[in-house]
């Protein structure tokens, strides 16, 4: 039936038809209307989201700041009443505790900075070009006293020595030096006896890309899309925080350890030590911290392009072993020795002495020096004893290294008897096998009797290390007096006597004291004997071109030294007078509102020898500066006048000021001294140690940067590094 028949329906059918169309487009309008609404009100959630994100990272830095200013202000009286106090007394303990615990707090906020910026994808690596050698064997000689004190040794282990061919890398400094630091810390603060071990290696990277396990950008960005377009969150959980580090041609891996022999982890505990404010209640116990330093260490190095983690030791052996690997643009330079043996005087200005990819430390060609030199190591530690020898027999230096002072008068005998056969007897091979394996009976080692024999050799030089704590000190001195002198009585051969003084004991005192000793040819080592003293020892061998017949022309012995045990210094260093007033006859301007900061940002300028300015605003700073530079243009006539006769020296400017800050007023200073061509250095005093306040004050035109409180070594050494000094 056709519905023409019913001439009536068709009206209905048509309204119908129109309804549906109707309906369906305000259900389409509706639908989008929603639509819209909903992107629209998480929009404005996400917009509100980071709004809040943006005024709590505001509140926070400035708390940081001041928080960080309070700790400043704290060290500030500690520093001034140290050197008021009288030392080796009860006030002076106390002060120095004081200052531990504001280290301590200053560490934890630290801490906890680093962990929310890693939450909110903030941090960044800052690149530069630096020695990697030398950064390894700073930090682990800042923590070797700290470490002495609860007779814990800290010792550098160099390896198989690839990491020196390689030191000079580019790479984040900073990160990399916080990273040993927070290893190096727990450590020390687990270990309550025995030693903690720190070794490098340089390897060639595996040919498959490095993954990078961090939350970055890309991670986030597909995060968001996930919540914006309703994918689900397996969508981006592979992808996540995995990015791919593509291998350069000039790049190496390095891996670092940090070995202990203290409580130990429990192995079920292995993976959960990495998450953050998770402590282990076995060890933890007694000891401070949050939990906060192994997860943030993981996030930097998973953020270097590494990854960290704990190495299996055997059944017998106590203690963690930390394991992480980087890698960094590598350097095509020579690297000079920073540490260099003190030179004699008399001896050639041109004498080099370096060592990196043009001058390391392998064995040169027998047919170079007729004979190999043997070395005898007294050195108290065991790992040390173990890695000083381990390091010199992989270069082909025959070592004994003894444990017991007692049989140093018997194995002194049996070398210079050696000594004798290899000058006097060509056909004494079996008298000379014969003595070697009595001595070895009396010289070998718990570790391995073949590696701890004195093998027959043909040779006319001995290097005996000796550690003046390794026995009583008198004992020492006259078994080797007796030695020595028995070798230039037969004239047979020749002999180098390496001290390694501790400077808290005075040793060093005895020895330039004692009427037997001839010290005229020795050379005295402050501890930790390890890395460049290690090497620069090594290189008094004839093999490794040192002479064997040196001899200090003025009767004074050399030295290696790095200060005393409580010095977190570790560069080599000629030991000289007093330290000199370096400031003397400069002129200065502190600007800083704290007035305890003020004091001694003062005091600090006065003790090396400077007159002292004092303003408390930038605006006053301006003022000052403004009016010195008009008065010299009065009395130079209207001429313009030398840099020597500027008003300051240098300015030391904090940042963060009421009124006018620090950032302003050096804008102005560097506007104002357009007109009489001049430039005064500027030096920035903040609370921060990094990010954009930093980069600003650089911007803005200061010259270099110092994070409070105000040291007296750190201003010292910006100050040689802009020759003011």
Not at 68 to 92: D, G, N
Not at 192 to 220: F, M
Not at 273 to 300: D, K, P, R, W
Not at 646 to 658: A, Q, R, T, V
Request: charged share 25%; proline share 3%.
């Amino acid at each position: 039936m056709q519905l023409s028949s019913f001439p009536v329906l068709r009206p209905v059918w048509f309204f119908v038809f129109l309804l549906i169309v109707i309906l369906s487009f305000i259900c389409v309008i509706v639908r989008a209307a929603r639509r819209e609404m909903r992107l629209s009100a998480r929009l404005i959630e996400q917009m509100e989201a980071t709004r809040q994100a943006q005024n709590e990272s505001i509140a926070f830095a400035k708390a940081s700041h001041d928080i960080r200013a309070s700790l400043a202000c704290i060290s500030a009286f500690i520093e001034m009443c140290y050197h008021e106090a009288a030392p080796m007394t009860e006030l002076a303990k106390n002060l120095e505790q004081m200052d531990n615990c504001a280290k301590d707090l200053l560490g934890l906020l630290n801490s906890i900075l680093d962990k929310s910026k890693i939450e909110a994808g903030k941090m960044v690596l800052e690149e530069e070009e630096f020695d990697l050698a030398q950064l390894l064997e700073d930090v682990v000689d800042m923590f070797h006293p700290v470490a002495m004190k609860k007779n814990v040794d800290v010792v550098l282990d160099l390896f198989d020595g690839s990491m020196l061919k390689h030191s000079i890398v580019k790479g984040d400094r900073g990160k990399l030096k916080r990273i040993l630091s927070n290893l190096l810390s727990n450590a020390v603060k687990f270990t309550p006896e025995g030693h903690i071990t720190v070794r490098a290696w340089a390897q060639e990277p595996n040919s498959e890309d490095h993954t990078i396990h961090t939350t970055n950008q890309k991670a986030q960005k597909k995060r968001l899309s996930s919540w914006f377009f309703g994918k689900g969150e397996g969508w981006c959980k592979d992808d996540e925080g995995v990015n791919r580090l593509q291998r350069k041609p000039n790049s190496m891996e390095f891996v670092f350890e940090v070995n202990d022999t203290g409580k130990g982890i429990p192995k079920e505990k292995w993976n959960s030590v990495f998450e953050n404010y998770v402590q282990v209640q076995e060890t933890a116990q007694g000891e401070g911290g949050t939990g906060l330093g192994l997860g943030i260490v993981q996030s930097l190095v998973r953020l270097m392009g590494g990854d960290i983690k704990i190495v299996e030791k055997e059944i017998e052996k106590t203690g963690t072993c930390f394991r992480f690997n980087m890698l960094f643009a590598v350097s095509g330079g020579i690297l000079v020795s920073p540490h260099k043996l003190m030179n004699e005087e008399g001896a050639e200005k041109g004498s080099k002495n370096v060592f990196g990819p043009e001058a390391d430390l392998s064995l040169p060609c027998r047919s170079s020096y007729e004979g190999l030199s043997l070395a005898i190591l007294l050195i108290g530690g065991t790992e040390r004893r173990r890695v000083s020898k381990s390091y010199m027999e992989r270069l082909g230096i025959k070592v004994w290294a003894g444990r017991e002072w007692i049989k140093l008068p018997s194995i002194l005998r049996k070398a210079k008897r050696y000594l004798d056969l290899s000058c006097h007897s060509s056909s004494g091979e079996s008298d000379m096998s014969q003595n070697a394996d009595s001595l070895s009976e009396s010289a070998s080692n718990n570790s391995s009797s073949d590696q701890d024999q004195i093998q027959p050799f043909d040779s006319r030089f001995l290097l005996l290390v000796v550690d003046l704590s390794f026995g009583p000190i008198m004992e020492l001195i006259r078994v080797v007096s007796e030695f020595r002198r028995g070798i230039q009585n037969t004239n047979t051969a020749s002999c180098k006597v390496v001290w390694l003084d501790k400077p808290s004991a005075h040793y060093r005192r005895i020895l330039e004291e004692e009427p037997d000793l001839d010290l005229s040819n020795d050379v005295i080592i402050s501890r930790p004997f390890h890395g460049t003293r290690l090497i620069e020892v090594i290189k008094l061998l004839p093999e490794f071109k040192g002479s064997s017949a040196v001899r200090n022309r003025t009767g004074k012995m050399k030295k290696i030294a790095v200060g005393d045990d409580d010095s977190s210094s570790g560069s080599i260093r000629e030991e000289g007078p007093d330290e000199v007033r370096l400031l003397s006859g400069k002129k200065v301007l502190v600007v800083e509102d704290v007035l305890v900061l003020q004091r001694l940002a003062k005091w600090t300028c006065l003790s090396l020898g400077a007159s002292v300015d004092v303003c408390e605003d930038g605006d006053e700073a301006v003022s000052i500066v403004s009016s010195k530079l008009r008065e010299l243009r009065k009395l130079a006539d209207g001429a313009s006048f030398s840099s020597s006769a500027l008003p300051y020296d240098f300015i030391l400017m904090d940042c963060e000021m009421p009124i006018v800050n620090g950032y302003d007023a050096t804008r102005r200073i560097r506007q104002e001294e357009l007109e009489y061509n001049v430039r005064i250095p500027i030096i920035a005093v903040s609370a921060h140690s990094e990010g954009p306040e930093v980069k600003m004050a650089f911007e803005v035109g200061m010259d270099s940067y110092i994070q409070k409180p105000l040291e007296k070594e750190r201003l010292v050494e910006v100050l040689q590094e802009m020759n003011i000094t």
